[in-house]
């Protein structure tokens, strides 16, 4: 039997000081239940970025792309579970945290911990945002190179389009009014996907498919390389790294909901990451593409499904990321109110209006201009896995919950946990060293404000 540790030290963000906290009290207000934290987590992590679950394939082929597939879903999963333990756990103590940097300060007694916490989060998330704005122009680009095949609009003014709603919808004041988005988000998701897999069925049926080739590299360094940047991949598009803001919202007290919502989230995950794996990756094999929708929509001859599925999938696919862009932008907006608004001052009181709305938009106006200068999307993503979302989604955790609740060195968890840390780690590093690789053999592709995105 585990004993849980009893705090050894006071709670460096009592209660009583988050009542003038701005970012606590607005941003990340706790009034919601376990299936507005579902939503919100399915918008977190299934996204658009599954379709390119076949591009990750590509590196690692049929056998060992559904053993790492399912070995991060369940890596996560449990990672996620034993997060939501220790913060009811701390809730229980007295000590509720709404703040993931809060959080591993506290169990690990460590101040450099905070920073280092806020410092990953605030890099994924803005790299969410940027990838979500640049994805959201390039939806855009393709239906417009479809209705006007001699256009003249460059990606980037599609970016700036896209921009323009995000700071429209990144006005909405707090994380638990974004619940009936996310909801339209999670459907959004199973909406594209089975689009998307329909089409993918189709165009491995027609009388011409697409020639199928599953071999890997032939130099065996490169197959290496390869398999530990789709790993990368694969858990960046399983990551979120704002879970512990997410139980924010939930009304107190959050005991047992999070688990709920988790597992709304995962049947979604179910559904929709094995089937655009499965389905992209048997039509065009390792010449999928960083988006499956450009596989199936190629620059030379015919798309190879039925133009209203794709312009549908599309369509959706753009819906869903203004949400995951208001999804991952709630951390930033709390840092920032945190020191500019006054608690006790009105939410739409015009001393905290007006810098919301100043601070919103510039923060989505670098976003998006961002997205413009660097579109270098599938390589990003990579990279975004390996340093930003192995650390907080599959190493933190595990070490949280053995310094909450103390299993002994001799148990079966206690180990599980330490070869789960052992093992992300060194994939974190050599996923940081194949994607920043990869970046560098692409760099060549590079061209700041290009019309193109980079595979």
Known sequence: MESVAEPLHMDPFPEHSREEDAGAVFVLESKGTWWHAGFHLTTAIVGPTILTLPYAFRGLGWGLG?????????????SYYLMSKV?????????????????????????????????IQASINTGVGIGAILLGGECLQIMYSNIFPDGSLKLYEFIAMVTAVMIIFSQLPTFHSLRHINLVSLLLSLGYTFLVVGACIHAGTSKNPPPRDYSLETSESARVFSAFTSISII????????????QATVA????????????????????????????????FGNKSNSNILKSLMPDEGPSLAPTWVLGLAVIFVLLQLFAIGLVYSQVAYEIMETRSADVNQGLFSKRNLIPRMVLRTLYMIFCGFMAAMLPFFG???????????IPLDFILPMLLYNMTYKPP???????????????????????????????????????????????
């Open 252 to 283: 107190p007290p959050a005991t047992g909901k999070m688990v709920k919502g988790l597992l709304m989230c995962y049947a979604v995950i179910f559904v929709t990451f094995y089937s655009a794996s499965v389905a992209g990756y048997w039509v």
């Open 87 to 119: 913060l009811d756990h701390c809730e229980k103590a007295g000590r509720r945290h709404i703040r993931f940097r809060e959080l591993a300060a506290d169990v690990l007694g460590s101040g450099w911990m905070f920073y280092f916490v806020i410092v």
């Open 235 to 246: 858990a960046a598009i399983f990551g979120n790294g704002i879970l512990p803001e997410i």
């Open 409 to 455: 060195r001799s148990s079966f968890t206690y180990w599980i946990n330490i070869s789960i840390i052992i093992v992300f780690t060194g994939a974190g590093l050599m996923g940081t060293f194949s994607s920043v690789r990869k970046l560098i053999l692409d760099a060549n592709k590079f061209k700041l404000f290009s019309s193109d995105v980079v595979d």
């Open 379 to 389: 390589d990003i993503n990579g990279v975004v896995g390996a340093i930003g979302f």
């Open 66 to 78: 559904f053993l790492c597939l399912t070995t991060m879903g369940l890596v996560t999963f449990y």
